[in-house]
């Protein structure tokens, strides 16, 4: 009864303290509510609209259910639960007369886990999900004359005037190729050539938008992977994205049919997928010659020691917007929000994410991310994402930038 009046008072709300939500072509609005950890909306109000069921399922737990995807959500804990992981939200949910309120803040990773499909559009406080999908074979060739889907998109509102700087990094480099497929044809794509050709196109499309860009390489050159984040550091970034490309476990039933995309930040692995792709990214160490690799590698303490570092959050709520950003071009599914410990990850002291942007195994994505159309609209996509993320940051905070930078 309390949860249908909520509703009912929900869509009844204003516009303008109001989140909207788009399925197809019908707009609603649900009202914004004010609660202990922020500005928040009825989970019982907003999920339903877009597939989502809630259930109450036990003392202060909810469960959220979209297809097979799960997530748990706990009274007062800033975290959730999927069935194979857990994972941070930037603000706790709460209940209030038996409702369970969600804050604003948390809704963009909350969206990530539950389908690509849904996407949140913090900057206009909207919920949509489209009528239909775009399919692969449409997008892995575009035509010339086609806007970009990505440029369609607009970005969020203009940063301050501070002078904010992005550390885009091109994965592998030199002798390190990193993956090559497709499976199932003549070798094609080479990781390294391909996260070269999208981070310069990043690095223009963050120029565009008015950010200072330091590139970690940019030639086929090959840098270390501790060294990747020091130049991160030395140039006093205020974000750090790395660029990379995935590969099918060849295990896998059917892996040149894995496809999708997925956004990385550093904390433990909780699946043995996080834990593959970790070790596939690392592997790269062999190229760099470094003695202190093996034991007493340090990467155990440092990840424990991420865990409590300042950055946490804020890298998974950086990673939860470019998922979103990129659920609204990329032909393949969102994979979600992920974490595992990527050395390249380890020692950037700021807000870093590691991106896959693509399954180079899988001959459709292999050639939609070799395309220059597919690659300027993955670059569109994230730097998007990091104008939304910093313009987010900054009205949360007060602050003009988040990397200390004078």
Not at 88 to 96: G, H, I, K, Q, V
Not at 126 to 150: D, G, M, Y
Not at 261 to 276: I, M, N, P
Request: aromatic fraction near 4%; charged fraction near 20%.
């Amino acid at each position: 009864m309390v949860g249908a009046l909520l509703l009912a008072l929900a869509i009844a709300a204003p516009r303008d303290d109001s989140v909207s939500v788009r399925v197809g072509t019908r707009d609603t609005s649900i009202a914004i509510v004010a609660s202990a950890a922020g500005p928040a909306v009825s989970a019982t109000a907003l999920f339903p609209l877009v597939g989502v069921r809630v259930d109450a399922a036990g003392p202060g737990r909810f469960v959220l259910t979209r297809g097979d995807v799960t997530v748990t959500l706990v009274d007062g804990a800033p975290w959730a639960a999927t069935r194979t992981m857990s994972f941070s939200l930037a603000a706790p949910p709460t209940l209030r007369a038996g409702a369970l309120l969600v804050p604003i803040a948390s809704l963009g990773v909350l969206v990530s886990r539950l389908g690509g499909d849904i996407t949140w559009d913090a900057e206009r406080r909207e919920l949509t999900e489209p009528r239909e999908r775009v399919p692969v074979a449409a997008a892995v060739a575009p035509r010339a004359s086609a806007p970009s889907r990505a440029a369609a998109v607009p970005a969020t509102s203009a940063l301050r005037a501070s002078n904010h700087r992005v550390v885009v990094d091109a994965g592998h480099g030199g002798p390190d190729n990193g993956m090559h497929g497709p499976i199932g044809g003549r070798i094609t794509l080479y990781e390294k050539d391909i996260t070269l050709a999208v981070s310069k196109q990043l690095a223009a499309a963050l120029r565009s938008r008015g950010l200072d860009v330091v590139m970690t390489r940019t030639t086929d050159t090959l840098i270390a992977l501790s060294d990747r984040g020091r130049i991160a550091n030395q140039r006093k970034g205020d974000l750090f994205i790395s660029i990379h490309v995935n590969a099918a476990n060849p295990h896998w039933k059917s892996p040149g049919a894995a496809r999708g995309f997925e956004t990385y930040f550093l904390s433990e692995a909780k699946t043995e997928d996080e834990r593959r792709v970790a070790k596939m990214e690392n592997e790269s160490v062999r190229f760099d010659g470094d003695t202190d690799v093996g034991k007493g590698d340090p990467l155990d303490f440092l990840l424990t020691d991420m865990l409590q570092n300042e950055h946490l959050r804020e890298s998974s709520d950086l990673a939860a917007v470019i998922q979103q950003r990129l659920g609204r071009m990329h032909p393949g599914p969102s994979r979600g929000v992920k974490q595992a410990g990527f050395r390249v990850l380890v020692t950037s002291f700021m807000p870093s994410v590691l991106v896959e942007i693509g399954f180079g195994t899988n001959p459709a994505e292999a050639a939609f991310i070799s395309s220059p159309a597919g690659q300027r609209e993955i670059a569109d996509a994230v730097a998007d994402a990091a104008v939304e993320y910093l313009s987010h940051y900054e009205r949360r905070t007060g602050a003009s930038a988040t990397g200390g930078r004078q």
